[in-house]
């Protein structure tokens, strides 16, 4: 089954190296695409289920609200070692610049209504502390 464009999920990074956290801030940020590659524009940052789905089993925390606007994923020991998808951006950071850390964001789409949004939060494991 394909989804078409307008009904994927879009994804965001933030990279982190020990210099960037020194300063309270991120390597880098931007739009993922679903092999895990840093991509310039939101268009091109098309995933669908199946590629979200890869998310699960990571601590998903949300941005407070009991339906949340985004779910944020944090990459483990194992992913900063093999940097494979969707953690393929980790092996990108700055020349010269450790990375220690990242996180994948997965944000609501428009078009999904709030109980089906929560399924797919319910299906990632995420749980509502609120």
């Not at 990279?15 to 092999?35: K, P, Q, R, V, Y």
């Not at 098309?46 to 944020?72: A, C, F």
Request: include cysteine.
């Amino acid at each position: 089954m394909t989804i078409s464009e307008d009904k994927g999920f879009k994804a965001t990074f933030d990279l982190i190296t020990a210099e960037s956290c020194e300063h309270g801030d991120h390597a880098a940020c931007g739009w993922l695409s679903w092999l895990g590659d840093m991509v310039d524009n939101a268009c091109d940052s098309h995933w669908d289920l199946q590629d979200i789905l890869r998310l699960k089993g990571y601590r998903l925390e949300g941005d407070g609200s009991s339906v949340p606007r985004w779910l944020s994923a944090e990459a483990d020991m194992s992913d900063l070692i093999h940097c494979a998808r969707p953690w393929a951006f980790l092996a990108d950071s700055p020349e010269d610049q450790e990375t220690i850390g990242g996180t994948i964001s997965i944000h609501r789409p428009d078009w999904i209504t709030d109980a089906s949004w929560l399924r797919v939060c319910r299906m990632l494991g995420w749980k509502n502390r609120y």
